[in-house]
């Protein structure tokens, strides 16, 4: 199915930029002689619209339709448009393999794109590399990374979670405490959460001395609090699902006056409105951030733009509708993916699936991203050997029911030993 | 021409279809059917215990899961070759069904698929709960260059499709065949009345064990099938909606006809993808035609054809 | 925590999943008990009473105890409604055969959820509770002569009470309901024998209606009571669906007493067994304990053996 594009009525930045592009397009498109090479690159889109991923799918599709717009009206890639072909992946590792297979044979798509929860791009992973299609992942995973996967499979746009958890842990020990419970979903990315950062926190002297692992589908939660040790300095806290506020709620009723130090991954609450009722008591702790949900003092102007193309208020949320509460810390993942797919496109100067490899080829060549409006997120080192992107993390501290960055980590931070070089598997 | 005889020029005639529809669909659909050809072998396991035996479970998943499992964990940390792997998953689904079955079947009725439900439940949490082995709900990936059985690369869409057919033939032809064997008989006078079954001096509970039993192994056939021709394993694959659509499948197709699962497997993959292309509502566009079919094809799609044209079909 | 104190926490917490599992088991028994057919939509009726109550607080827009209590009067009733006429377009026309329910009911879950994501959207969305002090506990002391403590994070809400209390008097309501009224005598009567109730002039098929929208508007009400700890997602009836089919069985087929019997014995084994094991762990072995108790007693608690 090709989506139209997703007309929001605020956006007259957005239409600008489209009445001009249209002229640029049609200045550049006149350049080219051959017909065929003005036809749109498909960049087939797998997203979440059902399932337990909605609430992603529904503002990663908005960030997509943003940059394309954004892509077009600068004239597309090499004079080409990019044309999204969404489906939906029901947020299930089986439908989203058949959906990569419908985008190559079905579709006649260029690459893939877009897919967040981990276990879909695990299902669809071994599909697209068997259909030799170029798979741009937006999951921070750790799959990549890891060489579970196939040369076929980049996620050069967003940071994985090892990366991130190990980043936190000088902060943490240093700011906070250092005697950590940690509080996860008992699947396995609350497990990537528990390994990485257990082994980083004892590099910096500190200790984790509990470990309580929820099981999935769960919707009370006061009952495992008492598990958490009474020396426990720093609460760590990372939830998805549904349950996600509810869970904080009752970590709040369950602490009541004194509670320690806590710290959780925005993921406990993207896509959730901090002055929901219940969540008062957050106030004075601490959130990672992939990408700071309220503009902050400091904002850059590529991040300025960047929310404006993209349709997020100063508190971000949807400009049309405040309790629309976007999911700010991932999606920038989509945006600064299908810049990359662009320099690599132009790079590799593609014309068709025939160049698939070179595009590969022409990814794993880049390294530094400067902060730009192609990355408004910040900087990023990209790792051409183990396919996957490293960059700033964000700490951010809740005073007045928003959050103000308190910390900015660096690159070097985030970095790991690589594990697998995909460079070397051949095409 | 008696019906036993037309029933096997039609599986023979079914089979035939399948093998010309590799050649003259395109990619896309061949990718598509062989998909469907292991999921119809999970359909046509979930058929013989319900559509034959009338026994309704809720908790087929964990034997799917079993033999997804058996094999993959075989592959990915004992670094077996497929063949062996498969039978692995093969014995895990055996053993899984045979002891699940045991129990269960001191119920009936309602019970039985809630004790089923409960058993296929533990099956998904054992899974999350050993996650330094199974990687939990993200599964782990079997990679290309294992999944070659006796020098065929699976991973080719003309090997996998025809290792799909080949497995869905087998399976198709041993269900008809077994249902005219006088235990095949025997399930079907448990499911008509399980009372008369036992005064006519069956051993209904045994008869009952191994349906049962069979159709646990059937199901991780395909669980098996699936994890090394599609390279994933993952937990979501145990998990209640894959439970779920067994039944679905067998019942939009026809309950106790052979070729029901087939039929059913095959409508439901086409109605959410086609719908799906139309509108991104599609389980609204599946949900309404759920209900219409109850309404107009009471039977399921080849139940009615039986119904209506064909009663001879098997 | 020492164990006292926290089997106490435990044991509220488990009391409170009790109360509204009862709510919601008991619409499904009912349903199942006299329609003898099973409502795999059940959760969604469920679900949409949360969604309903989020869309009243949200549109009266006044103090959050005016807000619930509107829900609480308009959910069910909407819900109620909606289920009823689901019965009557399509159960009544399959004549409520088991097999072609459950496909049915599957579309009608699947119809449910889409029109909700369309609508409601994706997002979990919170209610506030008409009222929510936190309340600490106190737990007795010997040492050094009686005495009473305060133990760190031993505590519930005022809400989170009230949840009890209320289902505790919504489940009494049903109870003179279905016994000491007409419509409960014809409700008891169609399910003991539907022909011979028929053939006494009962009009069977909008008892059926009825059974039906008062077993969703039970759910609906359960929902209504729960959202403001739990927020409403498009999700969210998976679970209660499981858990109160289960119940149903446990309780044995058909007895309302039984099933809330079992959903105490169910709501409070999750909280004090999640005291003694790891979490999964103790969900594994939940759902093995429920498994066992059928096999070997399968006509459920109070259920009658079928010969």
């Known amino acids: 199915m090709t989506k139209a594009i997703d007309q929001k009525p605020s956006l007259t930045r957005r239409k600008t930029l489209k009445t001009l592009g249209a002229g640029a397009l049609a200045a550049s498109v006149g350049c080219y002689v051959q017909a065929q090479s003005s036809a749109p690159i498909k960049v087939g889109f797998q997203v979440h619209r059902t399932g337990i991923g909605a609430a992603y799918g529904r503002w990663y599709d908005r960030t997509t339709q943003a940059a394309v717009a954004k892509i077009n009206a600068e004239g597309g890639i090499n004079g080409r448009p990019l044309e999204i072909v969404a489906e939906d992946d029901g947020t299930d590792p089986k439908r989203g393999a058949e959906v990569v297979e419908k985008f190559a044979t079905q579709h006649g798509c260029d690459i893939a794109f877009g897919t967040l929860f981990s276990h879909v791009v695990f299902g669809s992973s071994p599909r697209a590399g068997e259909l030799k299609l170029p798979y741009f992942v937006v999951s921070e995973g750790h799959h990549v990374a890891s060489g579970k996967l196939n040369r076929y499979t980049l996620q050069p746009g967003i940071t994985d979670v090892k990366s991130q958890v190990q980043a936190m842990a000088p902060y943490v020990a240093e700011t906070l405490g250092k005697k950590v419970t940690m509080i996860y979903p008992d699947f396995a990315f609350g497990h990537d959460h528990r390994d990485y950062f257990s082994a980083a926190l004892e590099a910096q002297g500190g200790e984790v001395i509990a470990k309580i692992a929820i099981p999935p589908t769960e919707t009370s939660f006061t009952k495992y609090f008492p598990k958490i040790p009474r020396d426990t300095e720093v609460i760590y806290h990372v939830m998805v699902g549904p349950a996600v506020l509810t869970f904080v709620k009752e970590m709040g009723e369950f602490f009541g006056p004194s509670k320690p130090q806590i710290f959780g991954f925005i993921d406990s609450l993207e896509a959730v409105d901090l002055s929901s009722p219940g969540l008062e008591f957050l106030e004075d702790t601490y959130f990672w951030e992939g990408h700071p949900r309220y503009a902050q003092a400091n904002q850059t102007e590529y991040d300025k733009t960047y929310r404006a193309a993209v349709g997020v208020d100063n508190n971000g949320a949807s400009i049309s509708d405040p309790k629309d509460v976007s999911t700010y810390a991932h999606m920038f993942g989509c945006w600064e993916t299908l810049h990359i797919v662009k320099a690599g496109m132009e790079a590799a100067d593609y014309q068709g699936p025939g160049d698939r490899s070179k595009l590969i080829e022409a990814v794993e060549a880049m390294t530094d991203m400067p902060a730009s409006d192609a990355h408004p997120q910040g900087a990023k080192v990209f790792n051409g050997r183990t396919h996957q992107v490293f960059g700033h993390q964000y700490i951010s501290r809740v005073e007045g029911g928003k959050l103000v960055l308190a910390h900015t980590t660096s690159i070097e931070d985030t970095l790991y030993e690589d594990e697998v070089d995909y460079t070397t598997q051949s095409f | ?314 | 925590m020492d164990l006292g104190p926290y089997l106490l926490l435990a044991s509220l917490e488990g009391a409170i999943t009790a109360s509204i599992l009862a709510l919601t088991a008991v619409g499904l028994s009912l349903v199942f008990g006299v329609m003898r057919v099973v409502n795999v939509a059940h959760g969604e009726f469920f679900m949409l009473g949360a969604v309903a109550s989020w869309f009243v607080a949200t549109y009266l827009g006044t103090h959050p105890a005016i807000g619930f209590i509107a829900a609480l009067l308009i959910a069910p009733l909407l819900v109620g409604a909606l289920a009823a006429t689901a019965d009557w377009l399509v159960l009544r026309r399959i004549n409520y055969d088991p097999e072609r329910t459950i496909v049915a009911t599957i579309g009608l879950l699947y119809i449910l959820q889409q029109g909700t994501l369309m609508t409601f959207g994706p997002d979990a969305r919170p209610v506030e509770p008409p009222f929510n002090q936190r309340l600490a506990i106190p737990w007795p002391s010997f040492e050094g002569g009686f005495h009473l403590t305060w133990p760190w994070g031993l505590g519930t809400t005022s809400y989170k009470l009230f949840i009890i209390a209320a289902a505790i008097t919504i489940l009494f309501g049903l109870w003179v309901l279905m016994s000491r009224t007409k419509i409960g005598l014809i409700m008891r009567a169609t399910q003991l024998d539907r022909d011979m109730a028929q053939a006494f002039g009962i009009p069977v098929e909008r008892v059926y209606a009825l059974v039906f929208g008062l077993g969703a508007g039970l759910a609906a009400l359960a929902a209504v009571l729960i959202v403001p700890v739990q927020q409403a997602h498009y999700l969210m009836g998976g679970d209660p669906l499981l858990l109160s089919f289960i119940v149903v069985i446990i309780g044995g087929l058909g007895s309302l007493p039984g099933t809330v019997i079992a959903a105490v014995l169910i709501g409070l084994s999750d909280g004090i067994i999640s005291v003694f094991f790891s979490p999964t762990l103790a969900k594994i072995l939940a759902t093995l304990l429920v498994a066992l108790v059928l096999v070997f007693r399968p006509q459920g608690l109070l259920g009658k053996r079928i010969a």
């Open chain 2, 1 to 314: 021409m008696s019906s036993a005889r037309s029933a096997h020029i039609l599986h023979l005639g079914v089979l035939g279809l399948l093998f010309a529809a590799f050649f003259l669909l395109p990619a896309y659909h061949q990718g598509n059917l062989a998909r469907i050809l292991v999921l119809a072998v999970y359909a046509m396991g979930y058929n013989l215990l319900f559509g034959y035996t009338g026994l309704l479970s809720l908790g087929h998943a964990v034997f799917f899961a079993a033999g997804m499992y058996g094999l993959g964990l075989a592959m990915h940390l004992g670094g077996a070759t497929p063949a062996p792997a498969f039978l692995a998953g093969m014995i895990a689904a055996l053993l899984v069904a045979g002891v699940i079955g045991s129990l269960a079947l001191r119920t009936v009725g309602v019970a039985f698929m809630i004790v089923t439900l409960m058993f296929a439940q533990a099956g998904y949490l054992t899974i999350l709960y050993f996650g330094t082995y199974t990687r939990g709900d993200e599964g782990f990936v079997i990679p290309q260059t294992a999944r070659a059985l006796w020098g065929f690369d699976l991973t080719d869409p003309t090997n996998r499709y025809f290792a799909a057919l080949i497995l869905f033939a087998v399976v198709l032809l041993f269900i008809g065949w077994l249902v005219n064997t006088s235990f095949g008989r025997s399930l079907i006078a448990i499911r008509e009345n399980e009372e008369r079954a036992r005064m006519l001096g069956y051993d209904v509970q045994r008869a009952k064990w191994i349906a049962v039993t069979l159709s646990g192994l059937l199901s991780g056939m395909s669980g098996a099938a699936y994890a090394l021709l599609f390279g994933y394993a993952g937990a979501t694959f145990a998990s209640v909606q894959y439970s779920i659509l067994p039944l679905l499948w067998v019942l939009l197709g026809g309950a106790g006809t052979t070729i029901g699962p087939l039929v059913g497997t095959i409508f439901m993959f086409y109605l959410i993808d086609f719908a799906s292309e139309v509108t991104s509502a599609y389980m609204l566009v599946a949900g309404v035609a759920f209900v219409l079919l109850t309404l107009f094809a009471p039977t399921g799609i080849a139940g009615e054809l039986r119904r209506r044209a064909l009663p001879w079909l098997p």
